[in-house]
């Protein structure tokens, strides 16, 4: 099968983050087959350089404008263009050497960039859910009419997109699993004092700052309840979250038969992302082979909406459509990052995002301006709550 497979050039934005560098790890078990034309990162000017040392990218954007200089004098002198701010970013994106793009920067910056590429045509490995958890609703039409694929690359989209290969017919159910994260059995009478190192502690996941907040309060989940509604377009009663803690199931998908149709691996998200930047194809990937024997019982459970609002307040939010979900993830970032500062408690969270949803303002059919201007307006409101 991989004498087949055609190099392609692929874009990575985020580069330096959890997901870009692991995708970096497997283009490099593949160098026949994929070729780095694009690299971005925001304020990591090191990494950034010696990733383009190593990758020989034709093009790389370091957002922060301040560390231009730095970027451009090691790289110029090896031919590497050096542009700055995420303008260049969206411009890029669309250049005809690339063939697929790698959304793997962190929140809301990542829809910009992704609205460009999807104009331009190109395939999108898509790891920024926040995308789509934002403006579900215009970006999926937007790459329908560009005729531009979007392949999940979250683990728990990549299985369920790995489960419908082959199918005629929409499944009837999306089952979401998830791992329940390091909390999953404390009592809620503790919760109050988790501390940031605590839930940056994942048990199954090495993920960045923010996902790994997110996977502890189970918005993560939330998230992906919203990115599996748009992606593979199910109504959200069709959609089901199961907490698994093995985290060796990482998805399935029912059909109208009853048959259960399930992706099983070792946690390892250089599996996702390898199929997103190969689909179709399969390549070899140099990862743990699961072993059933060793891992023994696999276990489910309902997820604790009580302990757990995020999940609750993410699926009502589906619910009620238009920019809801737009808010509560603007709301959500804030909230993250003034928990991630020490500025406010792990259960205080929600309580944030729950008021900025009760206090702003709500548009049935938001257009792309209004969700920026929501994003905006969200966040101060979100802001102002948390300084209270
Ligand atoms: N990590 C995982 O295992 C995982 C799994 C499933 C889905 N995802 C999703 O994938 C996305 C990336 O997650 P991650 O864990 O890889 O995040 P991460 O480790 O925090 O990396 C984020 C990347 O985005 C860049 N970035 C951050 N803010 C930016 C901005 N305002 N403008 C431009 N670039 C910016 C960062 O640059 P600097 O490093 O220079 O700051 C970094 O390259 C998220 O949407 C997450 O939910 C992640």
Redesign the pocket.
């Known amino acids: 099968m991989s004498e087949s497979h055609p190099r392609r050039h692929v874009a990575i934005?985020?580069?330096?983050?959890?997901?870009?560098t692991?995708a970096l790890d497997v283009i490099a078990q593949h160098p026949d087959l994929f070729e780095v034309e694009l690299l971005?990162?925001?304020?990591?000017?090191d990494?950034?350089i010696e990733q383009a040392l190593r990758f020989q990218p034709n093009q790389v954007v370091i957002?922060?404008p301040d560390l231009y200089d730095r970027v451009a004098e090691a790289l110029q002198p090896r031919m590497i263009k050096v542009f700055a701010g995420?303008e260049s970013?969206c411009d890029l994106v669309g250049s005809p050497d690339i063939d697929i793009v790698l959304?793997?920067?962190?929140?809301f910056?990542?829809l910009r960039p992704t609205i460009a590429a999807l104009e331009a045509g190109k395939a999108i490995a898509l790891?920024?859910?926040?995308t789509l958890v934002a403006a579900g609703s215009l970006v999926m039409p937007l790459a329908r009419r560009h005729q531009a694929p979007v392949i999940p690359?979250?683990?728990e989209h990549s299985a369920i997109f790995q489960c419908l290969q082959g199918e005629r017919v929409k499944p009837s159910k999306l089952i979401l699993t998830g791992s329940g994260g390091p909390f999953r059995t404390m009592p809620a009478a503790e919760m109050a004092d988790i501390t940031r190192e605590a839930a940056l502690n994942h048990p199954r996941?090495?993920?960045?700052?923010?996902?790994?907040i997110?996977s502890a309060t189970l918005m993560?989940k939330g998230?992906e309840f919203i990115e599996a509604r748009w992606l593979f377009d199910m109504a959200p009663e069709e959609i089901e979250v199961v907490i698994h803690p093995q985290s060796i199931i990482h998805s399935m998908v029912r059909f109208s038969d009853g048959c259960v149709m399930a992706q099983l691996s070792n946690p390892d998200?250089r599996l996702p992302i390898q199929y997103a930047l190969s689909y179709p194809y399969r390549l070899p990937l140099a990862m743990e082979p699961l072993d059933l024997i060793r891992t023994g019982c696999l276990s489910f459970e309902e997820p604790d909406l009580e302990r757990f609002p995020c999940l609750a307040i993410a699926q009502s939010a589906l619910k009620r459509g238009g920019m809801a979900p737009c808010t509560m993830n603007a709301a959500n970032e804030e909230a993250v990052a003034a928990f991630l500062e020490g500025r406010i408690r792990f259960t205080e969270i929600p309580e944030i995002i729950q008021k900025t949803l009760d206090k702003a303002g709500f548009e049935e059919k938001p257009d792309l301006e209004t969700i920026y201007s929501t994003n905006f307006e969200s966040r101060r409101i979100a802001a102002e709550l948390i300084a209270r």
Request: charged share 15%; net charge neutral.
């Open positions: 934005l985020g580069s330096t983050g959890s997901i870009g692991q971005t990162a925001n304020n990591n000017a990494l950034l957002c922060n995420i970013v959304t793997a920067m962190v929140g910056s990542g790891a920024n859910k926040e690359v979250d683990s996941w090495k993920m960045g700052a923010k996902v790994t997110d993560n998230l998200m």
